[in-house]
């Protein structure tokens, strides 16, 4: 394996996919109140994408495109995103689901009970939750391919 | 009961996790500001913690629960439902005892930390997984919920071995990374079988609902195995031998500031231990199996512990090994204390009375329980002032240190003032607690006692030898060695006081701290039950 | 068709041989597939409490009227145990190469300046 | 010795698993599901969603997964501490 990547097969086909992959992961998290998925599930299909990136161009081919500090940052916000969501419901209980069910423009849908086709736009905190653990599980998991993956090809060469 | 209270047991997890994600984005803006932040956090916390305790030793004594989401805070049950659906916290007077350690251990940890670590890299880090730890401490002290328990445990594990293995450069911190965090997981791994394994029989996670059914249908074939798979993996989490491999290594091998946390960290696993043990199991027929099965593990750690801190040459090693023989002592405390509850509950009498009349048993578990806070302390205090020490010298290895004392006046009285204290020296607080446990193991077996006493004796004379020559004697060497900064000294002065105040006036804290929380473990059970399940 | 706790009896192997594979190999990459193999069959086990026989996933969407539901709760855990496992895997893996860094070793009786 | 004591730890902790694993209630019959049930009957009433894993996981055990986003989070950091940039004087071997 050169420092450059992998063949050229696997990175072709790879230029094919990982658009694929990453819309695939924000559909599983966007619909994840409504079909198996959410926002671990999602936020995981996205980070796999990123990984076969790293894998078929190396470290150095996405350089420009996947910045560490960017990606640890963007954990955090989604990290504080997701407390501070919890923390929303405060007035009641922590982790309260202030929106589901009140009728606002938000997610506030109601569902009516027994199998259904499902509304998008209601499970107030939930959607927004998914979100929250989406951009966190993708970055995250990103970030430590990366590193792993810089660390280990620094190994090789020493 | 005013807001914040209501709401201090969520803050003391949430908080921390706010400090602990908002710290490496502080950090970009520079050390000083990262280091106000965090200091403002643990702060919070420590205050949050006292605000907690203050709200429940002034009150009645009844557990609070506090549950996540649903109609509101106070309601455990939906209507017309028998099982608690949400996960809740349920504060009763161990919890809030074992949180005012914690917080302890915390502030003065964190505190120290900012001059040990000013000239080192990946500070933001350093601190985040500081508070992550202490998040994770405080959410399995709070916690009513099995699984919500194993959560936190995980948490623990991964903070703690991310710190064990920060200073890289080292090459034993990282064999002890690894070596840690394989045992932490298989522990984690146990609980989280014995977990499984309860939900397959009880369809529930919460800790008092699962004691009822517990209560009501007797202990099955399944519960027992889970009360094994809970025993040996809580055990392995808290360092007891034989499965402290990984205790000295951790300690010996995280920055110092860190493995004053970690000692709360096993404590932890100890209160989960305690909890499974009076609360989850506290009837039934096993009782005394249980009780003997701890005094054996306390036995064998005090002995083992002491034995192997004869040996060592490396100042945190030592420590560390005075460390794991502590724990035997809280093992011991309450191991007396869980064979003659065996042995009342057997005989019908009443718990509640027993307590106000001072049974051996219910003073046992006030030694065992005291002697965390006390431990807690003065290991803290050493691990600490051990710092200081190689910070100053550059090396740990007790053989080449010497005269110390001549430019590190004060770390070398803190130093002496926490090895006294660990090895139960009247005027400190070591004696206070071990003077409960030695008294009450005596009534059960004068064995006990004995190797209660001839142990801290000799860990007596491994400390007073390693004093003795690191400190005293003369300068070998080491010209360039300055007194620790002012930053560091202050956390050590607070732990030093916090020692001395707890020996002097052991009568006070007993009655007021202590004794609150061996009442919760020794007839508390049916109030935790009843606090989430009604009736009671 | 009945199994009777067949099922259980799987799991509880595959924890077997994770174990096995963490106490006698010697490699540290291999302790680490044996923690994997461990945790794998703790979900295993965790996600099969909560089958009803004849049960379908618990999702409305698009559900058939009247039909039994498996448990949900053994799945959300499930779901958590997992991730922590990705995580612990992930920082075991670091330490190994870290390991091998400082000793240029992966093997566990070469390693061993923590004795005693 | 130190191997045959890991033998027989290993054996004991395997015929405890499989006692464990044989005394279970059979596959597929759950003893007491009236939490399940009341998660599986309520949740699109009390929480607006069709899907009842992400009702519990994000609603009855919210507090769970922010301790599960918080493993995440805490391995992330761990990772990256170990991969950090050293400074100059961070020497190998250094105890300090």
Same mark, same amino acid.
């Given at each position: 394996?050169?420092?450059?990547?992998?063949?050229?097969?696997?990175?072709?086909?790879?230029?094919?996919?990982?658009?694929? +992959?990453?819309?695939?992961?924000?559909?599983?998290?966007?619909?994840?109140?409504?079909?198996?998925?959410?926002?671990?599930?999602?936020?995981?299909?996205? +980070?796999?994408?990123?990984?076969?990136?790293?894998?078929?161009?190396?470290?150095?081919?996405?350089?420009?495109?996947?910045?560490?500090?960017?990606?640890?940052?963007?954990?955090?916000?989604?990290?504080?995103?997701?407390?501070?969501? +919890?923390? +929303?419901?405060?007035?009641?209980?922590?982790?309260?689901?202030?929106?589901?069910?009140?009728?606002?423009?938000?997610?506030?849908?109601?569902?009516?009970?027994?199998?259904?086709?499902?509304?998008?736009?209601?499970?107030?905190?939930?959607?927004?939750?998914?979100?929250?653990?989406?951009?966190?599980?993708?970055?995250?998991?990103?970030?430590?391919?990366?590193?792993?993956?810089?660390?280990?090809?620094?190994?090789?060469?020493? | %009961?005013?807001?914040?209270?209501?709401?201090?047991?969520?803050?003391?997890?949430?908080?921390?996790?706010?400090?602990?994600?908002?710290?490496?984005?502080?950090?970009?803006?520079?050390?000083?500001?990262?280091?106000?932040?965090?200091?403002?956090?643990?702060?919070?916390?420590?205050?949050?913690?006292?605000?907690?305790?203050?709200?429940?030793?002034?009150?009645?004594?009844?557990?609070?629960?506090?549950?996540?989401?649903?109609?509101?805070?106070?309601?455990?049950?939906?209507?017309?439902?028998?099982?608690?659906?949400?996960?809740?916290?349920?504060? =009763?007077?161990?919890?809030?005892?074992?949180?005012?350690?914690?917080?302890?251990?915390?502030?003065?940890?964190?505190?120290?930390?900012?001059? $040990?670590?000013?000239?080192?890299?990946?500070?933001? %880090?350093?601190?985040?997984?500081?508070?992550?730890?202490?998040?994770?401490?405080?959410?399995?002290?709070?916690?009513?919920?099995?699984?919500?328990?194993?959560?936190?445990?995980?948490?623990?594990?991964?903070?703690?071995?991310?710190?064990?293995?920060?200073?890289?450069?080292?090459?034993?911190?990282?064999?002890?990374?690894?070596?840690?965090?394989?045992?932490?997981?298989?522990?984690?791994?146990?609980?989280?079988?014995?977990?499984?394994?309860? $939900?397959?029989?009880?369809?529930?996670?919460?800790?008092?609902?699962?004691?009822?059914?517990?209560?009501?249908?007797?202990?099955?074939?399944?519960?027992?195995?889970?009360?094994?798979?809970?025993?040996?993996?809580?055990?392995?989490?808290?360092?007891?031998?034989?499965?402290?491999?990984?205790?000295? =290594?951790?300690?010996?091998?995280?920055?110092?500031?860190?493995?004053?946390?970690?000692?709360?960290?096993?404590?932890?696993?100890? $209160?989960?231990?305690?909890?499974?043990?009076?609360?989850?199991?506290?009837?039934?027929?096993?009782?005394?199996?249980?009780?003997?099965?701890?005094?054996?593990?306390?036995?064998?750690?005090?002995? @083992?512990?002491?034995?192997?801190?004869?040996?060592?040459?490396?100042?945190?090693?030592?420590?560390?090994?005075?460390?794991?023989?502590?724990?035997?002592?809280?093992?011991?405390?309450?191991?007396?204390?869980?064979?003659?509850?065996?042995?009342?509950?057997?005989?019908?009498?009443?718990?509640?009375?027993?307590? =106000?009349?001072?049974? $051996?048993?219910?003073?046992?578990?006030?030694?065992?329980?005291?002697?965390?806070?006390? =431990?807690?302390?003065?290991?803290?205090?050493?691990?600490?002032?051990?710092?200081? @020490?190689?910070?100053?010298?550059?090396?740990?290895?007790?053989?080449?240190?010497?005269?110390?004392?001549?430019?590190?006046?004060?770390?070398?009285?803190?130093?002496?003032?926490?090895?006294?204290?660990?090895?139960? @020296?009247?005027?400190?607080?070591?004696?206070?607690?071990?003077?409960?446990?030695?008294?009450?193991?005596?009534?059960?077996?004068?064995?006990?006692?004995?190797?209660?006493?001839?142990?801290?004796?000799?860990?007596?004379?491994?400390?007073?030898?390693?004093?003795?020559?690191?400190?005293?004697?003369?300068?070998?060497?080491?010209?360039?060695?300055?007194?620790?900064?002012?930053?560091?000294?202050?956390?050590?002065?607070?732990?030093?006081?916090? @020692?001395?105040?707890?020996?002097?006036?052991?009568?006070?804290?007993?009655?007021?701290?202590?004794?609150?929380?061996?009442?919760?473990?020794?007839?508390?059970?049916?109030?935790?039950?009843?606090?989430?399940?009604?009736?009671? | 068709?009945?199994?009777?706790?067949?099922?259980?009896?799987?799991?509880?192997?595959?924890?077997?041989?994770?174990?096995?594979?963490?106490?006698?190999?010697?490699?540290?990459?291999?302790?680490?597939?044996?923690?994997?193999?461990?945790?794998?069959?703790?979900?295993?086990?965790?996600?099969?409490?909560?089958?009803?026989?004849?049960?379908?996933?618990?999702?409305?969407?698009?559900?058939?009227?009247?039909?039994?539901?498996?448990?949900? #709760?053994?799945?959300?855990? #499930?779901?958590?145990?997992?991730?922590?496992?990705?995580?612990?895997?992930?920082?075991?893996?670091?330490?190994?190469?870290?390991?091998?860094?400082?000793?240029?070793?992966?093997?566990?009786?070469?390693?061993?300046?923590?004795?005693? | 010795?130190?191997? *045959?004591?890991?033998? *027989?730890?290993?054996?004991?902790?395997?015929?405890?698993?499989?006692?464990?694993?044989?005394?279970?209630?059979?596959?597929?019959?759950?003893?007491?599901?009236?939490?399940?049930?009341?998660?599986?009957?309520?949740?699109?009433?009390?929480?607006?969603?069709?899907?009842?894993?992400?009702?519990?996981?994000?609603?009855?055990?919210?507090?769970?997964?922010?301790? &599960?986003?918080?493993?995440?989070?805490?391995? *992330?950091?761990?990772?990256?501490?170990?991969?950090?940039?050293?400074? &100059?004087? &961070?020497?190998?071997?250094? &105890?300090?």
């Amino acid at each position: 394996m050169n420092q450059n990547g992998m063949s050229v097969i696997v990175r072709t086909v790879t230029r094919l996919i990982y658009g694929l +992959a990453i819309v695939f992961g924000f559909y599983v998290i966007m619909h994840g109140h409504l079909t198996p998925g959410g926002g671990f599930q999602g936020g995981a299909i996205v +980070a796999s994408a990123f990984a076969l990136l790293l894998v078929a161009f190396g470290a150095a081919g996405v350089k420009g495109r996947l910045n560490k500090k960017i990606l640890q940052s963007l954990e955090e916000v989604g990290a504080l995103a997701f407390l501070g969501l +919890a923390f +929303a419901g405060i007035g009641t209980a922590f982790f309260y689901n202030l929106l589901a069910g009140s009728g606002s423009f938000l997610f506030g849908a109601s569902v009516a009970t027994g199998p259904n086709s499902g509304i998008f736009n209601a499970g107030g905190v939930v959607p927004l939750m998914n979100w929250a653990v989406g951009l966190k599980v993708m970055t995250g998991i990103a970030c430590i391919v990366i590193v792993m993956l810089v660390g280990a090809r620094k190994e090789e060469t020493e | %009961m005013n807001t914040l209270a209501i709401h201090a047991p969520v803050l003391l997890v949430a908080v921390p996790l706010l400090g602990a994600f908002a710290t490496p984005l502080v950090g970009k803006l520079g050390q000083r500001a990262r280091n106000v932040f965090v200091g403002l956090i643990v702060a919070v916390t420590a205050a949050l913690a006292g605000l907690l305790a203050a709200d429940f030793f002034a009150g009645t004594g009844a557990p609070s629960v506090y549950v996540m989401g649903g109609q509101g805070w106070s309601i455990p049950l939906p209507s017309g439902m028998a099982v608690p659906i949400r996960i809740l916290f349920e504060v =009763d007077g161990m919890s809030a005892f074992m949180t005012l350690i914690t917080a302890l251990v915390t502030l003065a940890g964190a505190y120290f930390s900012f001059s $040990y670590w000013r000239e080192r890299s990946g500070g933001n %880090m350093y601190f985040s997984l500081l508070l992550l730890l202490t998040a994770g401490i405080f959410g399995m002290e709070l916690t009513g919920d099995m699984f919500n328990f194993f959560v936190f445990l995980e948490i623990t594990s991964i903070a703690a071995c991310g710190l064990i293995g920060f200073r890289v450069w080292l090459k034993r911190s990282q064999e002890a990374g690894f070596k840690v965090m394989t045992l932490y997981t298989l522990s984690g791994l146990f609980v989280l079988l014995a977990v499984a394994l309860l $939900y397959g029989q009880h369809g529930a996670l919460n800790m008092g609902y699962i004691a009822s059914q517990i209560g009501t249908l007797g202990v099955t074939l399944i519960d027992k195995i889970a009360l094994g798979l809970l025993l040996t993996g809580l055990a392995m989490k808290a360092g007891a031998v034989p499965l402290h491999m990984w205790a000295p =290594d951790a300690y010996g091998e995280a920055p110092a500031p860190t493995s004053a946390v970690l000692v709360a960290n096993s404590q932890a696993s100890l $209160y989960g231990l305690f909890r499974v043990l009076f609360t989850l199991f506290g009837i039934g027929t096993s009782l005394s199996t249980n009780g003997w099965i701890l005094i054996v593990f306390a036995v064998l750690t005090i002995f @083992v512990g002491v034995t192997l801190a004869l040996v060592q040459s490396d100042i945190k090693r030592l420590i560390a090994y005075g460390a794991v023989s502590q724990i035997g002592y809280m093992l011991l405390g309450v191991g007396v204390g869980l064979v003659r509850r065996a042995s009342l509950v057997a005989g019908g009498a009443s718990l509640g009375a027993q307590a =106000d009349a001072l049974d $051996y048993g219910f003073v046992a578990m006030q030694g065992g329980i005291f002697h965390m806070l006390n =431990d807690a302390a003065c290991i803290g205090l050493l691990f600490l002032a051990a710092g200081a @020490v190689t910070r100053a010298s550059g090396t740990r290895n007790l053989e080449k240190m010497g005269g110390l004392a001549h430019r590190m006046k004060w770390t070398s009285v803190f130093f002496i003032i926490g090895a006294f204290a660990l090895a139960g @020296v009247p005027p400190f607080n070591g004696f206070a607690s071990k003077l409960l446990i030695y008294e009450a193991s005596f009534k059960l077996s004068p064995f006990l006692s004995v190797i209660a006493i001839l142990s801290s004796i000799m860990l007596l004379a491994v400390f007073v030898k390693a004093f003795q020559g690191a400190f005293m004697g003369t300068m070998r060497g080491l010209d360039s060695v300055e007194e620790a900064p002012f930053g560091m000294l202050l956390p050590m002065a607070v732990l030093a006081l916090v @020692v001395i105040a707890f020996g002097l006036f052991p009568g006070f804290f007993v009655d007021h701290i202590v004794t609150p929380a061996a009442k919760a473990l020794w007839y508390g059970r049916d109030a935790y039950i009843g606090a989430i399940l009604g009736g009671g | 068709m009945n199994v009777g706790n067949f099922p259980f009896v799987i799991a509880a192997l595959l924890v077997a041989f994770g174990l096995y594979a963490l106490l006698f190999k010697r490699n540290l990459i291999k302790m680490v597939i044996g923690v994997s193999l461990v945790e794998t069959g703790v979900n295993l086990f965790l996600v099969m409490l909560g089958y009803r026989a004849g049960g379908e996933a618990p999702i409305y969407t698009f559900a058939n009227a009247g039909q039994k539901m498996v448990l949900p #709760t053994p799945q959300a855990l #499930t779901l958590t145990s997992i991730v922590i496992g990705l995580a612990t895997t992930a920082l075991l893996l670091s330490f190994a190469v870290f390991v091998h860094r400082h000793y240029g070793t992966l093997d566990v009786r070469k390693i061993k300046e923590l004795r005693g | 010795m130190r191997k *045959v004591a890991l033998l *027989v730890a290993f054996l004991f902790v395997s015929a405890f698993l499989l006692l464990a694993a044989t005394s279970m209630r059979p596959f597929g019959t759950p003893n007491d599901a009236a939490m399940d049930d009341y998660f599986i009957s309520s949740a699109q009433g009390e929480v607006a969603v069709n899907n009842v894993v992400t009702a519990v996981v994000f609603d009855y055990r919210g507090f769970d997964t922010l301790g &599960e986003a918080t493993v995440l989070f805490t391995a *992330v950091i761990a990772v990256l501490s170990l991969f950090r940039k050293l400074k &100059e004087d &961070e020497q190998w071997g250094d &105890e300090r």
